[in-house]
C-alpha cells in the first residue's frame, strides 16, 4: 500500500517538475570502493553533525533568553529544569566540537588524497569557508552561556582582533558592541550564532553539496589507473547512504555517551569586576594559533610578534584555501612537495595544541 | 575633557604635596628647631621607648606639649625653669591629671580628632585602678601602663599596645605577673585561659580583630570586673539574642534568687568554649545536671531540648551526605545547597533559644529545620534516582541504536550478495 502511495506522489511530482535529474543522481551516481574509502564518510560525518546542531539549536532557542540578567540563568534554566534540556544543551556542546574535529578531519584528507584539483578546485574553496564560518559558530557560541570562562576567553580573543593594523580597533569594537565585552557583546553574538551565521552557512553548504553531486566522488590516482574490470563500485544509493546511516547512527550513540557521562559544565556567572581565573584559553580549535601568538617574542625588528603572528595565520588561510590554484609542480626527485607540507601544517597543529594545554 | 584631566592632576599634586611634602616638613621642623630633642638625642638620654612617630610627636606638640618649658630656648636653665612653665616627669598618680589636662577638654582635642571622647580621665577614676590609684596604690595601672609615655599610636594602628590584638598581651603585663596579682586576690591565670577560649583564638590565633579583647568586656579606661547585674548586659552587646531569651525566661529570675552570674554560670568567664549540644540534656558534659536531677522538671525540659537538637542534626547530618553523593554523581545541587543553608540557620536559631529554657518553642524551630531538611533530602533522592534514570535510559538508547546498526549491517551485507550473485 504504501509503496503503491509513494509511487503515486512520485509521478504527480514528476508529471509537474520533471525528476530525471533527481532520479538520475539516486539510481545513476557510484561511488568508487577501494582502501581509503573510509575518508568518504567524513564529510557525511560532518554534515550530519551540522543537523544535530540545527535541531538542538532550535530547541535551546525555546528556552534561552540573550541578556546579561538572563542568559546564564536561563541556561542553567534548561540544564537543571527543563526536560531533558540537560540532553539538548551537552549534545549541542559536544556535537558542535565533533563537528569541527570532523570538517579538520574530512579537509585534510582532501587535502592528502589531493581531491581539490581541477574539476573540483571551488568545493575546496566552499569547503575551508564551511570550516571557517564553523569555528565562527564556535567562537559566538562560546559566550552565549555568559559564563565566567566564556567571557574572559571572549575578551581574550576579541583583544586578539584590536592587534591588526588599521581595522584592528574598529573591528574589535565592532564585534564587542563597544570597547569591552558587554551585555552589547552579547545581543551582537546572539545574533551572529543564531540569524547570519546559519544564513551564510547555509548559503555555502548547498553551493558545497551541489559541487559534490554534480561532480560525483573523486577518484584516487591509483584507482583511475587500474583497469576498468578491477574498478570497484558501489551505488550512492541505497548502499552510500545506507553506510552513511549506520556511521550517523553511531556517532549520534557517541555524542550521547559524551553528554551523559562528560557533560560541559556551566560554571560560574560572568562578572567583569573579578579578576579573570586561572586556565583562559580559548576552545581547541583555536588553541595552536593561541599557543603559536604566546610563544612568539614581543617584538620582531620593527614589528609586534602577535601582530606578525595574526598576519602569518591570515596569510596562511589564504593561501591554504587556494591551494588548488597554485601551479606546484613536482621536484625533479619526484618529492611530493604538497604532501611534506601538508604533514608539516598536520603536526605543527598538533603539537601547538598540546603544547597550548599542558602549558 | 582636557580641563577635566588637568583638574585631577591639580588635585592629585596639591594632594601628594600636603600629605608627603608638607607632613615631612613639619615633623622635621618640629624636631629641628626643639631644644629639647637636640640637647636630650645629644646627650643620650631621650626616653627609653621614645619614638619620632609618636602620635604627639606626629602632630607637632613634642616635649614641651606635655612637660611644660620652653623648647626654643637653648639654655637648659632657662628652658627648663618654672617661670617658663616646666613640669618635669609627673609622678605615677600624677600622671592620670597630667594626660587628662588635654585629654578632658574638648577645646584642645577637637583641633586634632573632633571626634575624640573627652571623658576618660572621669572614667578612670570610676575604674578599679583608678580608684585604688586615688587611695595611693602605686600598683595600678594609669595612662602609661596600657599607652606607654613616648611610643603612643592610635588605637587602630597595629603598632599600639592598645591595638585590639595586643590589648589581651598590654593587660597581661600586669595581669599575668602573679606576685602583683596575689596582693588582689586574683589569678594571674587570665590569659592563660582566654587564649584557649573561642574568643582568644578567634583574636590571637585567627587574628579575628572584631572578637572580644579584654576591653570589650571590662570597659577600656573605665575597667572594672562585671558585676552580677551587668554580666548578662556585658555579653548582651554581642550575643543579642541570647541575652533577651535569658532575660525572659523563667530561669533568669531563679538566678537571680540563687545570686548566680548570668551567663558566666553556664559558659565561664575567661575560659569560653564553644559552646555544643551537650551542654545541654542529661550527659557527662551537661550543665543543667549541675542544679538539676532526674525527676524535677528541670530534668525533663533538659532532656526534651537536647533531643530535638539531636534530631535536626543527625538529619540535617543525613541530608548533607545525601548532597555529597549528588555533587559526586555531578547532578544538580544549587537547590538543596540553599534548603540545607536554611536548615542550617534553622539548627543555629534552636540553639540560640535553648536561653528560652522553652523545649516547646526549640521544637518550633526545630521543625522548621526538619521540614527544610526533608525537602532537600526529596530534592537529592530525585536527582540520584535521575542520576540513574538517565544511564538507564543511555543503557535502553544504545540497545535500540545497536538493533538499528546490526540491522544495517546485515541489510548492506544482503545487498552486496546479491549484487555479486548479479554480476556472477
Not at chain 1, 113 to 131: M, N
Not at chain 1, 262 to 286: C, V
Not at chain 2, 50 to 58: A, I, L, N, P
Not at chain 2, 84 to 112: D, L, N
Request: charged share 20%.
Amino acid at each position: 500500500m504504501f509503496k503503491n502511495l509513494a509511487s503515486k506522489i512520485e509521478s504527480w511530482l514528476d508529471e509537474r517538475f520533471d525528476l530525471t535529474p533527481i532520479r538520475n543522481l539516486i539510481y545513476h551516481k557510484k561511488v568508487p570502493v577501494h582502501r581509503t574509502s573510509l575518508w568518504y564518510y567524513m564529510g557525511g560525518v560532518t554534515l550530519f553533525l551540522f543537523i544535530v546542531q540545527v535541531l538542538t539549536g532550535i530547541l535551546l532557542l525555546m528556552y534561552y533568553r540573550p541578556g546579561e540578567d538572563s542568559a546564564y540563568e536561563s541556561v542553567r534554566f534548561i540544564v537543571t529544569q527543563v526536560k531533558f534540556g540537560w540532553l539538548i544543551r551537552n549534545v549541542h556542546s559536544w556535537s558542535a566540537n565533533l563537528m569541527i574535529f570532523f570538517a579538520f578531519l574530512h579537509m585534510f584528507s582532501v587535502f592528502f588524497a589531493k581531491s581539490y584539483k581541477k574539476p573540483r578546485e571551488l568545493t575546496w574553496v566552499s569547503g575551508f569557508i564551511l570550516l571557517v564560518f564553523s569555528m565562527a559558530f564556535g567562537f559566538s557560541g562560546y559566550l552565549l552561556p555568559w559564563n565566567e570562562l566564556a567571557f574572559f576567553a571572549t575578551k581574550v580573543g576579541t583583544d586578539i582582533v584590536g592587534v591588526l593594523p588599521v581595522v584592528g580597533e574598529e573591528l574589535k569594537i565592532i564585534l564587542r558592541g563597544g570597547e569591552e565585552v558587554t551585555g552589547a557583546t552579547l545581543s551582537r553574538f546572539f545574533g551572529l550564532h543564531v540569524a547570519i551565521l546559519p544564513g551564510i552557512f547555509t548559503l555555502f553548504l548547498v553551493t558545497h553539496l551541489v559541487l559534490i553531486q554534480r561532480q560525483g566522488m573523486h577518484e584516487p590516482e591509483h584507482f583511475k589507473s587500474l583497469p576498468e574490470k578491477e574498478k570497484k563500485y558501489i551505488p550512492f544509493f541505497p548502499d552510500f547512504a545506507l553506510k552513511d546511516a549506520l556511521l550517523w547512527l553511531i556517532v549520534l550513540n557517541v555524542i550521547i555517551f559524551l553528554a551523559l557521562y562528560f557533560p560541559w559544565e556551566l560554571g560560574l556567572k560572568a562578572d567583569p569586576f573579578t579578576s579573570a581565573p586561572e586556565g583562559i584559553r580559548p576552545e581547541w580549535y583555536f588553541v595552536f594559533m593561541f599557543q603559536s601568538l604566546k610563544l612568539l617574542p614581543a617584538h620582531i625588528l620593527f614589528l609586534e610578534g602577535e601582530l606578525l603572528g595574526i598576519l602569518f595565520f591570515i596569510i596562511a588561510g589564504i593561501i591554504w584555501m587556494f591551494i588548488p590554484f597554485l601551479k606546484l609542480e613536482k621536484l625533479p626527485n619526484k618529492i611530493d612537495i604538497l604532501k611534506y607540507f601538508g604533514i608539516i601544517v598536520v603536526i605543527f597543529i598538533i603539537v601547538m595544541t598540546i603544547w597550548g594545554y599542558l602549558s | 575633557m582636557k580641563n577635566q584631566i588637568f583638574l585631577i592632576w591639580m588635585l592629585f599634586f596639591v594632594a601628594w604635596y600636603n600629605v608627603f611634602v608638607e607632613g615631612q616638613n613639619i615633623k622635621d621642623k618640629t624636631l629641628d628647631e626643639d631644644q629639647c630633642f637636640i640637647c636630650h638625642k645629644e646627650m643620650e638620654i631621650l626616653p627609653e621607648n621614645f619614638s619620632e612617630s609618636d602620635v604627639h610627636m606626629k602632630a607637632g606638640l613634642s616635649c614641651a606639649g606635655c612637660h611644660g618649658g620652653d623648647a626654643s630656648n637653648d639654655d637648659m636653665e632657662i628652658a627648663m625653669s618654672t617661670g617658663r612653665g616646666f613640669v618635669g616627669v609627673p609622678t605615677r598618680k600624677e600622671i592620670p591629671q597630667f594626660c587628662g589636662k588635654c585629654h578632658s577638654k574638648i577645646e584642645i582635642m577637637r583641633v586634632y580628632q573632633p571626634r575624640i571622647s573627652t571623658d576618660q580621665l572621669s572614667q578612670y577614676y570610676t575604674s578599679v585602678h583608678g580608684m585604688q590609684l586615688r587611695k595611693g596604690d602605686q600598683n595600678v595601672a594609669e595612662c602609661v601602663s596600657c599607652h606607654t609615655s613616648h611610643s603612643i599610636y592610635y588605637s587602630n594602628d597595629p603598632r599600639s599596645t592598645v591595638y585590639a590584638l595586643n590589648v589581651p598581651n598590654t593587660c597581661n603585663n600586669c595581669h599575668g605577673d602573679k606576685r602583683l596579682m596575689e596582693k588582689y586576690g586574683l589569678k594571674a591565670n587570665e590569659l592563660t585561659e582566654y587564649s584557649k577560649s573561642v574568643h582568644g583564638i578567634a583574636l590571637l590565633e585567627n587574628k579575628d580583630i572584631g572578637a572580644p579583647a579584654c576591653n570589650d568586656c571590662h570597659g577600656n579606661h573605665g575597667a572594672t570586673p562585671p558585676g552580677i547585674s551587668s554580666i548578662s548586659h556585658v555579653c548582651g552587646t554581642c550575643h543579642i539574642n541570647n541575652e533577651q531569651y535569658f532575660k525572659k525566661s523563667s530561669m533568669a529570675a531563679a538566678f537571680e534568687e540563687m545570686d548566680y552570674h548570668g551567663c558566666e554560670q553556664c559558659h565561664g568567664n575567661h575560659l569560653i568554649n564553644r559552646p555544643n549540644d551537650n551542654m545541654v540534656g542529661m550527659g557527662d558534659e551537661s550543665l543543667c545536671m549541675d542544679c538539676h536531677s532526674e525527676g524535677d522538671p528541670g530534668y525533663e525540659a533538659g532532656e526534651e531540648m537536647k533531643n530535638y537538637l539531636t534530631l535536626l542534626v543527625n538529619s540535617y547530618n543525613s541530608a548533607e551526605a545525601k548532597l555529597k553523593d549528588v555533587q559526586n554523581k555531578g547532578m544538580n545541587d544549587a537547590d538543596i545547597i540553599l534548603l540545607l543553608q536554611e536548615a542550617k540557620q534553622n539548627l543555629i536559631q534552636s540553639r540560640t533559644l535553648i536561653h528560652t529554657f522553652d523545649p516547646l518553642k526549640i521544637k518550633e524551630k526545630t521543625d522548621e529545620g526538619f521540614k527544610k531538611v526533608n525537602e532537600g533530602v526529596k530534592l537529592a533522592d530525585f536527582e540520584i534516582n535521575e542520576y540513574y534514570s538517565r544511564r538507564n535510559g543511555f543503557a535502553l538508547a544504545t540497545v535500540v541504536f545497536l538493533i538499528l546498526v546490526i540491522a544495517l549491517y546485515l541489510k548492506l551485507k544482503d545487498m552486496a550478495k546479491s549484487r555479486k550473485n548479479k554480476e556472477a
